[in-house]
């Protein structure tokens, strides 16, 4: 008997009929044991079926899901497993959903993998079930054009949580002259004043039963916007979390008011004193006119909001604005001051607390929007630099300027980002052109093995780039292996994203280890688990090895220890490049088992190129890139990204930088390749498909050590700290490229750089 449950287990709204429901099975179904696990779940959830009106409360299903979470495992040959039915019944449930539900779900999946694999009686996945609710909607990449009554059937068609993640919109136009009886005739107006195309597709969203979003993201025409009372009254029943609509100088009563079933125009006399919006994060468009600003900083405008914590402002480039850069600088600063003595002025007066919710409000400091003082909030000013740049992080402006130097780590994101997107955008573009017979020349796609935790394979945005993985993590209770495509910790799923950012075309192959902590708290892997992780990945014919946790050697065999050494010269003949983090510590001193010239050893910087903590970088390093801090500073508008993933940032542990740098050598190595495939190209219009061999060669050298580290070191200056300005070199290539046509074979500055590259041969 399995004590950890107890024979009768109360239910919220469930126990009156529990023992009722439990009369109603039969002693088969029970296999002769009224006491065993296995039996009483299965008893619970053909009761909760039987009753499923009990659980009209959404805490009492996840109190039934959370009480049986360690027994799904003994149920797993029964076709209603617990997955089965939690899900079938919150899906066909709407008023049973809970915020708690989907992570829950998401934890079942982790700890039990073979929910991947079987199916319910309609061969359908426990997986496909729980992503089969829409928590998110992105409409990037329709037509700018679209008929209403097309668009509005395949919203239709979709189900939506009543809470959703984010809402991403582009500007569409939406056409109603074919009206069904779902789109009202005020709705048909589509340019100027009466715009409502984005209201329609709100008002389709609360028809479905959408109450709360947590980040709206909205880009509006700057000729023809949608108007304020057009943007209101598209929320009129949904609350925000974050609010990024994308209209200059919005009206900051038109954000006091989201949410709110006020009619426009209507007066509401505690307006000016009080504001019930869930508003915490805003970003505003502006114009450039100081009035704006003083509207924004009003008492009434955007210090009423209660639980406002972030403000970004974009700001027009500096050839916009009619005013010099020091006016608007002091225009900026005036801006935060009168947001930080507003704010504070109405931080007692502004939050409306519902009743029974005073007491919680006092205990809890960390989860109040009232905070002893008054409230911070951040702000942060984005400035465009003009057209096909990407804009420019100011977090100080409004304050004295920082040098471009005390931005380095940001300019060198800006710059690989840079670089990385337009690279993939000549590749897409190209990609037909590249026949298969000219693509064995230069070789498959570029595949990096992330050694880690794990990646998250589902419903995760490097999905795409994931071409299969193994597992030699071993589950201590279980004994059995953990499966590759599920995150740990959140670590792996990181990692390859950031090296998915840098280079988009990469493919990556996660291979899972343990991940074993030590008493001082440092995370580390195991010796045997990383030889056994690399010979897997040379047997896959990687390119780049990724090795983004320290090396836990002190305390390894001496057979163990020997092991890595054989796998690790066998990845350098055989030219695989790897990258290691350099030692933060003398606890592990992993970098030690490396030699110089087979690993790539990258240490963090901070973000004006420095090494944190020390005036030099660490001795073992051979570059600093930008770190975790970095990362998590630059990218401030990231709707993509969840909270969990910015949490997993923050960590000490985070080595980001590590798989920044094996980014960078993937996209170079698919940058070579893109010039040698266009000059291959280029030859077939005289008639003659002909393949450089000092290219090729080229190509080779630079997949091994020295003509990446060759590489690297012609990106740019190398400061002493070891940071390394890629700007120096990339900068003036993107800019070109931006002036080229996909039909240009010869690619200037780009073939330039690769051909001033000196590759030596030290071995």
């Known amino acids: 008997m399995d004590e950890s449950f107890p024979s009768h287990v109360p239910f919220p709204g469930f126990e009156d009929d529990y023992d009722e429901d439990l009369d109603d099975i039969s002693e088969s179904e029970l296999d002769d044991d009224a006491d065993d696990s296995r039996a009483r779940f299965r008893a619970a959830t053909i009761a909760m079926e039987n009753r499923h009106d009990k659980f009209a409360e959404p805490q009492a299903l996840y109190d039934f899901l959370y009480e049986f979470r360690d027994a799904i495992g003994l149920v797993m040959e029964d076709s209603y497993t617990f997955l089965h039915v939690a899900i079938r019944f919150v899906k066909d449930n709407r008023d049973a959903r809970s915020g708690n539900m989907m992570p829950l779900i998401q934890s079942i999946v982790k700890e039990h993998p073979m929910l991947l694999r079987q199916r319910d009686s309609d061969g359908v996945t426990p997986l496909y079930m729980a992503i089969y609710i829409e928590l998110h909607i992105d409409l990037h990449g329709l037509p700018s054009k679209i008929e209403a009554t097309p668009f509005l059937e395949f919203l239709s068609s979709l189900k939506f949580d009543d809470t959703l993640q984010f809402v991403s919109l582009p500007d569409i136009q939406v056409d109603f002259k074919r009206r069904s009886q779902f789109i009202p005739h005020n709705d048909t107006k589509k340019s100027g004043k009466e715009r409502r195309d984005l209201k329609f597709f709100f008002d389709c969203l609360q028809t479905?039963?959408?109450?709360?979003?947590?980040?709206?993201?909205?880009?509006?025409?700057?000729?023809?916007?949608?108007?304020?009372?057009?943007?209101?009254?598209?929320?009129?029943?949904?609350?925000?979390?974050?609010?990024?609509?994308?209209?200059?100088?919005?009206?900051?009563?038109?954000?006091?008011?989201?949410?709110?079933?006020?009619?426009?125009?209507?007066?509401?006399?505690?307006?000016?004193?009080?504001?019930?919006?869930?508003?915490?994060?805003?970003?505003?468009?502006?114009?450039?006119?100081?009035?704006?600003?003083?509207?924004?900083?009003?008492?009434?405008?955007?210090?009423?909001?209660p639980r406002l914590r972030k403000i970004t402002i974009l700001v027009p480039a500096d050839e916009e604005m009619a005013e010099s850069p020091d006016w608007v600088s002091a225009c900026l600063a005036e801006f935060r001051q009168r947001i930080a003595r507003n704010a504070l002025t109405k931080a007692d007066s502004s939050v409306v607390v519902e009743e029974g919710e005073s007491d919680n409000v006092s205990k809890s400091k960390g989860s109040s929007d009232i905070e002893s003082g008054g409230r911070r909030i951040e702000i942060y000013f984005v400035q465009s630099r003009g057209k096909g740049q990407n804009p420019e992080n100011l977090h100080t402006f409004g304050q004295p300027r920082p040098s471009v130097e005390s931005r380095a780590g940001y300019r060198w994101l800006d710059t690989v980002y840079g670089f990385a997107d337009i690279l993939k955008q000549f590749w897409d573009r190209s990609v037909d052109e590249f026949r298969p017979d000219m693509r064995k020349h230069t070789g498959g796609d570029v595949v990096v093995a992330l050694i880690d935790d794990g990646v998250d394979a589902y419903d995760s945005s490097v999905s795409a780039n994931?071409?299969?993985?193994?597992?030699?993590?071993?589950?201590?209770?279980?004994?059995?292996?953990?499966?590759?495509?599920?995150?740990?910790?959140?670590?792996?799923?990181?990692?390859?994203?950031?090296?998915?950012?840098?280079?988009?075309?990469?493919?990556?192959?996660?291979?899972?280890?343990?991940?074993?902590?030590?008493?001082?708290?440092?995370?580390?892997?195991?010796?045997?688990?990383?030889?056994?992780?690399?010979?897997?990945?040379?047997?896959r014919n990687a390119n780049i090895i990724l090795i983004p946790w320290p090396i836990e050697v002190t305390k390894s065999s001496p057979q163990d220890k020997t092991l890595l050494e054989i796998v690790l010269l066998t990845a350098y003949n055989q030219n695989i490049l790897l990258f290691v983090p350099s030692d933060k510590n003398e606890e592990f001193q992993?970098?030690?088992?490396?030699?110089?010239?087979?690993?790539?050893?990258?240490?963090?910087?901070?973000?004006?190129?420095?090494?944190?903590?020390?005036?030099?970088?660490?001795?073992?390093a051979d570059f600093i890139f930008p770190g975790r801090e970095v990362i998590t500073q630059h990218d401030i508008e990231s709707p993509r990204r969840s909270s969990d993933r910015t949490l997993d940032l923050n960590s000490a542990s985070i080595n980001v930088n590590v798989s920044l740098a094996a980014g960078l050598a993937a996209i170079l190595i698919y940058a070579f390749k893109f010039v040698l495939l266009k000059k291959t190209a280029g030859t077939l219009s005289i008639g003659v498909e002909t393949v450089d061999k000092d290219d090729l060669s080229q190509l080779e050298r630079l997949q091994r050590y020295h003509g990446m580290m060759k590489a690297f070191q012609h990106l740019g200056s190398v400061t002493e700290s070891g940071f390394l300005k890629v700007w120096e070199a990339l900068d003036p290539i993107v800019d070109e490229m931006k002036d080229f046509t996909v039909e240009d074979q010869e690619l200037g500055r780009l073939s330039q750089w690769f051909s001033q590259i000196k590759y030596t041969e030290d071995r």
């Open 208 to 305: 479905q039963g959408v109450r709360h979003i947590i980040r709206v993201d909205v880009e509006d025409s700057r000729e023809f916007p949608h108007s304020d009372q057009a943007i209101s009254e598209s929320f009129h029943t949904i609350t925000v979390e974050q609010f990024n609509w994308k209209k200059v100088d919005l009206d900051p009563r038109v954000i006091c008011k989201l949410g709110s079933k006020a009619t426009w125009g209507e007066v509401t006399p505690d307006l000016s004193t009080t504001c019930d919006s869930q508003i915490r994060e805003v970003t505003l468009s502006w114009s450039g006119n100081n009035t704006i600003l003083r509207a924004w900083s009003e008492p009434e405008g955007l210090p009423l909001l």
């Open 466 to 539: 994931i071409i299969g993985g193994k597992s030699f993590a071993f589950d201590k209770m279980t004994n059995m292996l953990n499966p590759f495509y599920v995150s740990e910790l959140g670590h792996g799923t990181v990692m390859a994203e950031a090296i998915k950012r840098v280079c988009p075309m990469v493919k990556i192959y996660p291979i899972r280890v343990n991940i074993d902590s030590s008493e001082s708290g440092q995370s580390s892997v195991e010796a045997r688990s990383v030889a056994l992780a690399m010979e897997t990945a040379i047997n």
């Open 590 to 620: 992993s970098s030690l088992i490396f030699r110089s010239d087979e690993a790539f050893r990258i240490g963090e910087a901070r973000d004006d190129g420095g090494a944190p903590g020390r005036s030099d970088s660490p001795p073992d």
